[in-house]
């Protein structure tokens, strides 16, 4: 078997638990191949405001910088992770749906290996429904599904 250089990594993040997990294990595989990280947040443009309770549902421009600034976060700790192991990080803030956007981005830059956690961030204001439990991975699932690019499921 031969082996494959890693020369671009992207690091899909949302800055969820699982996604700390894949942000370790993809900085360690950019270390170790000397490749530059790509980390990437999606925000999401468009949400189901039904999902929302409480007494007045926000704007979509209030819902919008909150997951913004989320997303920024998320960046910022896979700058932090990858400065620490001296791994160079270029960071990538994208709107769109998520999947679709990792799947282009990879393509179009010529990513070698896409790292993704298997499970995604869950918002404590979506309540426990079966909406939420769907949710769940369904990103990482379709990334996996239909990248052309290897990808890499971390959990």
């Not at 999902?51 to 997303?71: A, C, H, N, Q």
């Amino acid at each position: 078997m031969k082996s494959k250089v890693y020369r671009k990594i992207m690091i899909a993040t949302d800055g969820s638990k699982n996604a700390k997990k894949a942000v370790s294990c993809g900085i360690e595989i950019a270390r170790l191949s000397e490749a530059k990280v790509y980390a990437v947040h999606v925000v999401p443009k468009y949400l189901s405001f039904s999902m929302f309770t409480g007494p007045r549902p926000p704007s979509w421009d209030e819902v919008y910088d909150i997951l913004k600034e989320e997303g920024n976060d998320a960046l910022e700790y896979v700058q932090k992770v990858g400065g620490d192991a001296g791994v160079k990080v270029e960071s990538v803030l994208l709107e769109g749906h998520p999947d679709n956007e990792i799947i282009d981005f990879a393509e179009n830059n010529d990513i070698d290996m896409v790292v993704v956690g298997t499970l995604g961030l869950v918002k404590a204001t979506l309540g426990d429904t079966g909406i939420e439990k769907f949710l769940l991975g369904s990103v990482a699932e379709n990334v996996i599904r239909h990248s052309k690019v290897q990808v890499l499921a971390v959990r």
